[in-house]
């Protein structure tokens, strides 16, 4: 099965139409349906249920979407595989990263790359730390910047910032006046939190923390990234703990006030995944501090 015929396939597969798996692929439709014909007379099999009304998946055709999406991303890691080979000091590196990160001097550090090593070009996506873990093992990305504290298995790990927590208020918040926040006046306010399967050291870092100051916080919203937790709690939906770097989000609505009685601190670092052949990675690493040896690759 060539590749062309894989990726014909997987977009009806995943569209359920074959109108707009056309226009995703950007041909006419007519083309598109011969060589989905072409294929099932290939393979022997019918992939599709048809009628004027729908499309659905035949149970072979359900396997074959899974195949096919092995397959295809398996001939796109050979492709890459081979033009990294002819790389020298110039290259691509995907980034995962939390946003708590841009606001930590991590910045200062790719403007120093750029310097140093023109040909890098980096490319960057918001992911959470879970997320990015993941991406790499997928080989979905190259480097991840994440809340994570402890070295995660198989990973390689380098901590690059630790923050300690404080508290982000409403600026009409009853408390936002007091210059250090005791973090039991909290017991009654509703909270806004990353999800645990989004961030489970950082979520579970906050839990701890109001445990500590003798209450267990009472999560009325959820957000995906902090900076939306920011942004709720400048909307007055309640209350959140986050890096005191987020301070320099500067938003308006919102104080921030350390903490008084407790102490916790989020750790940040850099992640890597080893077993990436990225010719250049190693000259990353270098120029994010990591020694060599630290390195494993």
Not at 12 to 17: G, I, Q, S
Not at 43 to 67: I, Q
Request: glycine share 8%; with cysteine.
């Amino acid at each position: 099965m060539d590749p062309k015929s894989l990726r014909y396939f997987l977009a009806v597969a995943e569209e359920l139409h074959y109108g707009r798996a056309a226009q995703r692929l950007h041909i006419s439709q007519p083309p598109l349906t011969k060589s989905i014909q072409q294929l099932e007379a290939r393979l022997g099999v019918s992939l599709f249920d048809r009628n004027k009304r729908s499309v659905r998946l035949t149970p072979a055709g359900l396997t074959l979407m899974e195949e096919a999406r092995r397959l295809l991303a398996q001939s796109e890691l050979s492709m890459r595989a081979v033009q990294r080979s002819a790389l020298g000091d110039t290259g691509r590196v995907r980034i995962g990263f939390v946003a708590a990160v841009l606001f930590m001097g991590v910045e200062a550090v790719f403007r120093r790359i750029d310097r140093e090593a023109s040909g890098i070009d980096s490319v960057w996506e918001e992911m959470g730390s879970s997320d990015q873990l993941e991406a790499l093992r997928q080989d979905r990305i190259d480097l991840g910047f994440g809340q994570i504290s402890n070295g995660p298995a198989g990973m390689g790990f380098h901590r690059v910032a630790s923050d300690p927590l404080v508290v982000a208020m409403p600026q009409s918040h009853p408390l936002a006046s007091r210059r250090r926040v005791p973090l039991g006046r909290l017991i009654g306010d509703p909270f806004i939190l990353i999800p645990r399967q989004s961030a489970p050291t950082f979520h579970d870092l906050v839990i701890t923390a109001c445990m500590q100051a003798g209450f267990s916080p009472n999560i009325r919203h959820y957000a995906m990234h902090l900076v939306s937790v920011v942004s709720l709690v400048a909307m007055g939906r309640g209350v959140s703990l986050v890096p005191r770097a987020f301070a320099r989000a500067a938003l308006p609505g919102v104080v921030f006030r350390p903490i008084e009685g407790v102490k916790a601190h989020a750790e940040y670092s850099v992640v890597w995944n080893p077993r990436n052949n990225l010719p250049i990675l190693p000259r990353v690493l270098g120029l994010l501090g990591v020694p060599p040896a630290s390195q494993g690759l």
